[in-house]
């Protein structure tokens, strides 16, 4: 049984990912995330000794703060966090017992670096369809939750990466990391470079998402349905970030179905409710 403010390593495990998944923050000490400079998915350092100062930054959200044990730094972060008006808690084990578990983890040297505000910024071309919404899901639920987005001319691109410190992807461009890899996408080539290419149902996700950006769609069945809802969607929005905002709740659902319903089906009685009257019992 966890102590109290504390959640566990395999619910945390299960939030990662989802939409209502808490923020982390790593506040490990510098010689420690030194000797294991990898992060659990979607988490961000901070420095326990200054919580004073950047707690608020968090008020009104849920956060796991994480040390390498999960003793005295997460405890009193996630303390500091709850009296600044976040719903905190420590992660039972620390990030020993979370790599202990096997469960994946982002090397830092992956990660681009931050803004001023702690964030990281990426650019791509404009009008996204698969690819280019499929990342920045991916980047937002597993790398970054409050990364930033910007769209621009393909012939932009370069430019703005520059002149505003921003990670160009899925562009064709010499220098550039996060793009297309002969028959693998820019979604593939992400998972390796982040270390989740072994989550189960990522390793799935990815399968649909490069039969729908590489015209293939005989990967995988799903693969001809997200073209259609990448096309249809982009129909629908003439602004890029609410057509990103609509397409978070495609790969939502579509991750979901990967983790928890491939086995499922759907027919006119798989959904009924079951009766509680006992056969042949009278009213």
Known sequence: MSALNTI???KLARLIGTATAPIIVDVRTDEAFSAAPRLIPGAVRRRAEDVAEWAADFRG???????????KLSHGTAAWL?????DAEALDGGAVAWAGAGLPMVPEVALPARDAKGRTVW????RPKVDRIACPWLIRRFVDPDAQFLFVPPSEVAGVAE??????????AEGVVWSHD???????VMLDGFGLAEVVPLAHLALIVRGADTARPDIVPEAAGLVALSLGLSRMFADDH?????GMLIYDALYRWCRDATGETHDWVSHQPKSTRAKGAKA
Request: proline share 2%.
């Open 163 to 172: 002149r505003f410190g921003a990670t160009p992807f899925d562009v064709e």
């Open 61 to 71: 959200r849920t956060v796991v703060a994480v040390c390498r044990e999960g003793h």
């Open 123 to 126: 650019v791509t071309r404009a």
């Open 182 to 188: 002969g028959e693998r996408c820019t979604f593939d």
């Open 242 to 246: 609410e057509q990103l905002d609509a």
């Open 82 to 86: 709850r009296q600044a008006g976040a």
């Open 8 to 10: 566990s390593i395999d």
